[in-house]
């Protein structure tokens, strides 16, 4: 069955440093892989994906993540954190189930960022 | 552009009461639409998915029930709640598997406490 892991429940970093989430996936197929931030009481907002093709991958905010088939991860990276970077990260691997295709999420990582 | 809506923001219930969710999608025609559950600290959980008008799976045994009146209206339901039902519970759409595009897109959440 697939399974998303994130290694680290909690990181915290100074604004202004650079930051790395890690997430390891277990899938059979070729993965559709995602990143989601939450903000407090928020729904989730998509970051970035990544389905094929050049492995390093942008998204918004400044976000990018790389795909390593080799290591089975899909990190998340940011050259430079800002406060409002503060927020739960959720890496994400899309099945098809039935008719339907579905998300598993990772437990999520809380990002504090110090001023 | 697509939206997503849900309501209430928040909700306040006594244990053995009923309960309503409602979420309702703008701007697509026959989406994918998803109940999710967030508990306090932990991931989310997908307790329904619906790919059609009337079609609901259902991923986890529990309290709650869900339904699809209309294209783009999803409705999650309880006869009777738990303490167990408190959450957080996000509603998401998707278009139809095909294309290359399997994303969810989530609303802004209803939180929901159990007294």
């Known amino acids: 069955a697939q399974s998303v892991t994130q290694p680290d429940i909690h990181i915290t970093v100074s604004e202004g440093a650079s930051l790395e989430l890690r997430c390891n996936y277990s899938y059979g197929a070729t993965p559709y892989l995602f990143w989601y931030v939450q903000s407090p009481g928020q729904g989730l907002q998509l970051l970035l994906k990544y389905f094929s093709g050049d492995t390093l991958v942008q998204g918004i905010k400044g976000f990018e993540a790389e795909f390593k088939r080799s290591q089975s991860s899909f990190n998340l990276r940011k050259p430079s954190v800002h406060w409002s970077d503060a927020a739960e990260y959720f890496c994400t691997v899309a099945t098809y189930s039935g008719s339907a295709r579905q998300l598993t999420f990772g437990s999520g990582t809380q990002l504090t960022v110090l001023p | 552009s697509q939206t997503i809506h849900q309501w209430p923001a928040t909700l306040v219930q006594p244990v053995g009461s009923p309960l309503s969710l409602e979420c309702t999608v703008e701007?697509?025609?026959?989406?994918?639409l998803y109940w999710y559950r967030q508990a306090a600290g932990r991931g989310l959980q997908l307790l329904f998915y619906s790919v059609g008008i009337g079609q609901i799976s259902s991923e986890v045994p529990q309290n709650l029930s869900a339904s699809r009146p209309q294209d783009r209206q999803f409705i999650l339901s309880s006869k009777k709640l738990l303490l167990s039902d408190s959450g957080f519970y996000l509603c998401?759409?998707?278009?139809?598997?095909?294309?290359?595009?399997?994303?969810?897109?989530f609303g802004p959440g209803t939180r929901l406490t159990v007294t």
């Open positions: 701007g697509t025609s026959n989406p994918n």
């Open positions: 998401a759409w998707s278009v139809q598997p095909g294309g290359g595009v399997y994303e969810q897109y």
